[in-house]
């Protein structure tokens, strides 16, 4: 991509969208030691709670959990503490909670990253209008203005789709990190994500995270599809 300068290679996350702790550790066995980084999710920490994040930091596994915190500053600010305690490397919050709330999660958060979902990747531009009332909203303009809000409330990252995560990277450089969710192999199947990337677009957009979901987690041989989207990804 014009004018930019890629430092790094994303780093992959795994998503443990699975029912219950004893589905996650089947797969992080079945993915083995090649894979260090778990997503844990509404699904799983629902059911699981906080057990779920002790179990994979007690394997030496780095977590991040993925809560779309989006509340009050205070009941955000508390929850942030809790994540944090729980040795989360980083957390989500929701950028359109507002400027105070998003402090108010970097201050609780202390050492955990605070990351800030701006569009949900099952948006298209469309939907996104339709669904805040705007007619002509587009999704891209309001990533860029969430993140420069993000950014300047002391958030580690955003989350995007991989089609932003480009300009964004432009925009912030290393200052603001990127997740980017939707990954789909060439060809896999899109299911309920709308902006979805291949994992040679996430990492020529200079994404820093991506999150892996179903392209491993769905496949017949997890191990072999994670090994395959860590060389595409470089
Ligand atoms: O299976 P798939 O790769 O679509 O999984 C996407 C994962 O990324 C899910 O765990 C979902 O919660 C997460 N995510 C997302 N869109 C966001 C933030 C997180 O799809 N904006």
């Known amino acids: 991509m014009a004018g930019l300068v890629i430092t790094h290679s994303p780093t992959p996350i795994i998503a443990l969208d699975l029912p219950t702790l004893a589905d996650a550790k089947a797969l992080v066995a079945r993915i083995g030691p090649r894979a260090d980084f778990y997503k844990v999710g509404l699904q799983l920490f629902t059911r699981e709670g906080p057990a779920a994040v002790e179990w994979l ?24 503490e809790s994540a944090a305690a729980l040795g989360a490397e980083l957390l989500t919050i929701h950028a359109i909670g507002g400027e105070a709330m998003m402090r108010a999660a970097v201050d609780g958060a202390g050492p955990t990253g605070v990351i800030a979902v701006t569009v949900l990747t099952s948006f298209d531009d469309a939907a996104y ?34 089609t932003e995560a480009g300009a964004v990277r432009r925009a912030h450089g290393d200052a603001l990190g990127t997740l980017v969710p939707g990954l789909r192999p060439p060809g896999a199947p899109v299911n309920d994500q709308a902006r979805v990337a291949t994992p040679r677009e996430v990492r020529d957009a200079g994404a820093t995270w991506v999150i892996v979901g179903r392209a491993v987690t769905a496949a017949s041989d997890p191990a072999q599809a994670y090994e395959e989207i860590c060389v595409a990804l470089g």
Request: some cysteine.
């Open 57 to 80: 930091r007690g394997e030496s596994k780095r977590v991040f959990l993925d809560l779309k915190l989006h509340d009050i500053p205070n009941t955000v600010r508390r929850a942030a």
């Open 129 to 162: 209008a339709a669904a805040i009332g705007v007619p002509g909203t587009t999704v891209v303009d309001t990533v860029l203005r969430l993140a420069d809000r993000a950014r300047a409330c002391g958030a580690r990252g955003i989350v995007c789709a991989g």
